[in-house]
């Protein structure tokens, strides 16, 4: 069982919208703005989309975008593409015990 | 360019230890004052925070596998190894390991397959 909650799928039509919510306590994604989002594409290694909630690493789309509220963070990917089809995981910092808890991840289906 | 290139045996056998080396290149591991971690990955699962080590030899460690893993640096060679003890199926995994920064895991190696078995 995974420490912070996702949908198992999620799906769009190209250039629609599809958010995905990612839900902890307050003591994972709650208790610190450390939440990180990264796309996975079969066989290869994830990749860091989003970093503290809401930033874009260089050169990732600003089609995606994070948010937080409460204890539940969300990753929006908006115009959805072909390539955005893939596995996505959050993770967040959780304090110095348990430092980072994943996400089980979701699959976003491009229709 | 940073890269990062796990190294190690394929097949480990039950309650045998798996021991894995990332090779840092394009950048010093201490110079940079950095953490660097290991995450994994078990056959059509999510991905599980194994630890992480900072540039010093501190160590953090995911507190399911405490008990059986260690993190290890080895500055001289640019090295950081992984060792998990009294493995099981359960460890059956890639094995990524990870450059964290700013509380994200800002560079992944490309993951090397680990199976357990006899």
């Known amino acids: 069982q995974s420490a912070l909650t996702q949908p198992p799928s999620a799906s769009g039509s190209p250039g629609q919208s599809v958010t995905i919510s990612c839900t902890g306590t307050s003591s994972d994604v709650g208790g610190y703005n450390y939440v990180s989002w990264y796309q996975q594409h079969p066989g290869r290694a994830p990749k860091l989309m989003i970093y503290h909630v809401s930033e874009r690493p260089s050169g990732v789309p600003d089609r995606f975008s994070g948010s937080k509220s409460g204890n539940t963070a969300s990753l929006t990917v908006s115009g959805l593409q072909a390539e955005d089809e893939a596995d996505y995981y959050c993770?967040?910092?959780?304090?110095?015990?348990?430092?980072?808890?994943f996400g089980g991840g979701t699959r976003v289906t491009v229709l | 360019q940073l890269q990062l290139q796990e190294s190690g045996p394929g097949l480990v056998k039950p309650s045998e230890t798996l021991s894995l080396t990332c090779t840092v290149s394009?950048?010093?591991?201490?110079?940079?004052?950095?953490?660097w971690g290991w995450i994994r990955q078990p056959p059509e699962k999510g991905l599980e925070w194994i630890g992480n080590i900072y540039y010093s030899g501190s160590s953090y460690y995911n507190a399911t596998l405490k008990s059986r893993v260690t993190i290890s640096i080895d500055t001289s060679k640019n090295q950081f190894s992984l060792k998990v003890n009294s493995v099981t199926a359960a460890d059956t995994a890639v094995y990524y390991c990870?450059?964290?920064?700013?509380?994200?895991?800002?560079?992944w190696g490309q993951g090397t397959m680990v199976t357990v078995s006899s």
């Open positions: 993770t967040s910092y959780a304090g110095s015990t348990n430092v980072y808890v």
């Open positions: 990870v450059r964290p920064r700013d509380y994200a895991f800002d560079d």
């Open positions: 394009g950048g010093s591991i201490s110079h940079s004052r950095d953490y």
